[in-house]
């Protein structure tokens, strides 16, 4: 019997992976049912999936709001000057450590090509926790950073690939 080909086992990786971004709770049996796959196969590529890190953890979609939280984005411009050991700061999470001191919390943090160089999703109480906390980046990072903008993310139609099941409130801020 031939081994199933490479392509052929990316194509079921991206199946379960569908699945498990849909709901990443859902049960095993009820994955395989909508793969047409094996409960074994679906265990072996969510293990292997795990194993490589394609899978990072699983995430619960929070609605901000009922925790008394907002999101804002900040962006941040590097300047010319070199990182020097600014890149261990970073890769050692600092600045999300920093951020839990004035109440901020770091959803999501990607570095960027494009205008800016870095993205920072989070969320806290209000602005002045963020605004504070874009002090203490400043202050931080004072030679690598050139510019921060902070923005408010009013209303979430789609967080984590996840439909905000309140969506039609979208129709107050329009």
């Known amino acids: ?99 839990e001191e004035v109440e901020v919390n770091i959803t999501c943090s990607s570095y960027l090509h494009g205008l800016y160089d870095w993205l920072l999703y989070v969320t806290a109480p209000d602005i002045k926790q963020v605004k504070k906390f874009s002090e203490i980046l400043t202050h931080e990072y004072q030679d690598i950073i050139k510019e921060i903008h902070i923005m408010e993310d009013i209303f979430p139609i789609k967080k984590c690939g996840i439909v905000n099941p309140n969506k039609e409130r979208l129709r107050e801020f329009l």
């Open 1 to 99: 019997m031939a081994k199933t080909s490479r392509k052929q086992i990316i194509e079921d990786e991206k199946k379960v992976i569908k699945e498990l971004q849909k709901n990443a709770r859902e049960s095993i049996d009820n994955i395989t049912k909508r793969c047409k796959f094996s409960r074994q196969k679906v265990w072996r590529i969510i293990d292997r999936l795990e194993e490589n890190k394609t899978i990072w953890g699983y995430n619960a979609v929070v609605d901000d709001e009922k925790l008394n939280q907002k999101r804002y984005l900040i962006l941040i411009k590097r300047s010319n000057v070199p990182m020097g050991d600014t890149v261990e700061k970073i890769v050692n999470l600092v600045m999300h450590k920093r951020g």
